[in-house]
């Protein structure tokens, strides 16, 4: 079967939900893929894109010849989703109203921040799927610096390689290594197509231990 284009499996996957993609995972051997405590900034935000890596440290410089943060913004391209690696900072607003506009002008679909977000009342309105730890109206300048990109990063404690498949909703988000996103993709439809059958037929009154005993994907 030939392989289909990433914009291709990104929708398709955009199509399922976060808990049916970790299942998949699960039975693939892959048991720590959902990202944990990165949430969204709302319960109604989705989305499925590839991932781009941004990583960042605590430190002191406010000169802005050496802060990446902006410039990562330029190299984002469509369809991708912001991951940034915050390396455990929990002081300041790593992401922010302005971020999120630039990442939009360039064709991103959402944010996966291991940290924080501030300009929360900027963003909300803008529509734009931001995924975090906590909120803080904190500068980061002057306390955290984006120092690298498009390198290896772990994120809510999974590695996320550049060009991974990143899903996110009210449950949180997903990390589907490249190399197996087919696989994953078909495994995940599939169980859909069969909860959907068990919701209909427990809706219907069917004993739920029953069906629990009859279905491998229950």
Request: hydrophobic fraction near 45%.
């Amino acid at each position: 079967m030939e392989t289909p284009p990433v914009e291709e499996i990104c929708r398709r996957f955009g199509k399922l939900y976060v808990a049916a993609i970790a299942d998949a995972l699960d039975d693939a051997g892959l048991w720590h893929q959902v990202m944990t405590d990165v949430l969204p900034l709302t319960t109604d935000m989705a989305v499925a894109g590839v991932a781009f890596t941004a990583l960042g440290r605590p430190e002191r410089s406010t000169d802005r010849s050496v802060r990446l943060g902006a410039r990562m913004i330029d190299e984002l391209s469509a369809g991708e989703v912001a991951v940034f690696d915050c390396a455990g900072d929990r002081t300041v607003g790593h992401w922010g109203e302005l971020l999120t506009n630039g990442a939009m002008a360039r064709g991103a679909v959402g944010a996966v921040i291991d940290g924080g977000v501030r300009d929360t009342g900027a963003i909300l309105p803008l529509k734009f799927p931001v995924f975090n730890r906590f909120r803080s109206a904190r500068d980061a300048k002057g306390r955290w610096n984006v120092v690298d990109m498009q390198s290896p990063v772990v994120c809510g404690g999974v590695p996320v390689h550049p060009g991974d498949i990143i899903v996110g909703d009210s449950d949180g988000v997903v990390v589907v290594p490249r190399a197996i996103a087919m696989d994953v993709l078909v495994e995940a439809e599939a169980t859909v197509r069969t909860e959907t059958e068990i919701r209909q037929r427990v809706q219907a009154g069917e004993s739920v231990g029953a069906l629990y005993q009859q279905y491998e994907r229950f």
